[in-house]
């Protein structure tokens, strides 16, 4: 599977967009994701903040999450936008890991400048999935 520059570029636009809906009044840190299915739906996502801290949701997870819930599972890209590029935390990325560990994970700036590609394999290395709870006894 191949992810051209334009399409990446067009995800990472969608996760930029979709940031200005994030709702931060608490830490002024909107984050914005777009994630690509392998039958090719887009679901955003922005941060959810809550006035108990702890409830608050991460954008990744909320992209995540609408995709599950409307049946799809099989995802091909993640596009995580923040001011800095900064990157997925942990508990986003067993999430992701969940849903395959071959998902490309594209992170960007505030301009919209790719900052870097990676995947979800590269950011939770022997990660915990569902076949951990296969066993045969
Ligand atoms: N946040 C995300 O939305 N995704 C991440 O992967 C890292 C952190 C949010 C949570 C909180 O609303 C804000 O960024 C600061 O931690």
């Given at each position: 599977m191949t992810i051209t520059h334009e399409e990446k570029q067009s995800l990472i636009d969608l996760a930029n967009e979709a940031r200005r809906r994030a709702y931060v009044p608490y830490s002024r840190y909107p984050v914005g994701a777009a994630l690509r299915t392998k039958s090719g739906r887009i679901y955003t996502g922005v941060n959810v903040e809550n006035a108990a801290y702890p409830q608050t949701m991460c954008a990744?997870?909320?992209?995540?999450?609408?995709?599950?819930?409307?049946?799809?599972?099989?995802?091909?890209?993640?596009?995580?936008?923040?001011?800095?590029?900064?990157?997925?935390?942990?508990?986003?990325?067993?999430?992701?890991?969940?849903?395959?560990?071959?998902?490309?994970?594209?992170?960007?700036?505030?301009?919209?400048?790719?900052?870097?590609?990676?995947?979800?394999?590269?950011?939770?290395?022997?990660?915990?999935?569902?076949?951990?709870?296969?066993?045969?006894?």
């Open positions: 990744e997870r909320v992209a995540i999450f609408k995709a599950v819930s409307e049946g799809e599972t099989e995802f091909e890209v993640i596009a995580v936008v923040t001011n800095n590029g900064g990157s997925p935390c942990g508990g986003c990325r067993q999430v992701m890991a969940e849903f395959g560990l071959e998902t490309v994970v594209l992170f960007a700036d505030g301009k919209g400048t790719l900052t870097k590609e990676t995947t979800v394999n590269d950011l939770l290395p022997e990660a915990f999935t569902p076949k951990h709870l296969v066993t045969d006894h």
